[in-house]
């Protein structure tokens, strides 16, 4: 079975700093990663994805991700935090296969950025 | 750009009515989901979908629950006799045009659901 576990339910940091939101995943098959953000009163937003090319991935609004097998982490970082970020992340995990696949998410990591 | 939408944005019923949940997916996706998420807690898997049957639905979805896609446009969720526990946000999402690869599912803005 597969499953998420994102580290740190809240996270605040000043704007321009360095963001990091850690996502550790399990799965007994090769996974495909993804992070999606939620604003307020919206729904889920695709940030970024893996799916078995390069594993450094590059995503939207200036956020990346790294791929490491051996410690089973999809953790997402972004150089410099901007007010705009300040929303709800979420980590899923799905198998690598074609056709229809569930998504199993993460609990959320609420980002805040402040001044 | 093309999008998922879902209507109503926000319902409230009554314990024990039937609600019906509506989402329009992208045009010419073939994969269809629901997913709910309890107030505080997580993204949970309810039901995919596809040509026209489910291909996969999880413990949350029980007998009370049903999908349709009526007329090769939109698709539904039906919760036949709501309790209070249903109360939550409904995610309709959708994946997979003719032609490409199906792993990124495009959600809706979700539809709360109350339930009193």
Known sequence: AQSVTQLGSHVSVSEGALVLLRCNYSSSVPPYLFWYVQYPNQGLQLLLKYTSAATLVKGINGFEAEFKKSETSFHLTKPSAHMSDAAEYFCAVSEASGGYNKLIFGAGTRLAVHP | ?116
């Open chain 2, 1 to 116: 750009e093309p999008e998922v939408t879902q209507t109503p944005s926000h319902q409230v019923t009554q314990m024990g009515q039937e609600v019906i949940l509506r989402c329009v997916p992208i045009s010419n996706h073939l994969y269809f989901y629901w997913y709910r998420q309890i107030l505080g807690q997580k993204v949970e898997f309810l039901v995919s979908f596809y040509n026209n049957e489910i291909s996969e639905k999880s413990e949350i979805f029980d007998d009370q629950f049903s999908v349709e896609r009526p007329d090769g446009s939109n698709f539904t969720l039906k919760i036949r006799s709501t309790k209070l526990e249903d109360s939550a946000m409904y995610f309709c999402a959708s994946s997979g045009r003719d032609g490409e690869n199906t792993d990124t599912q495009y959600f809706g803005p979700g539809t709360r659901l109350t339930v009193l």
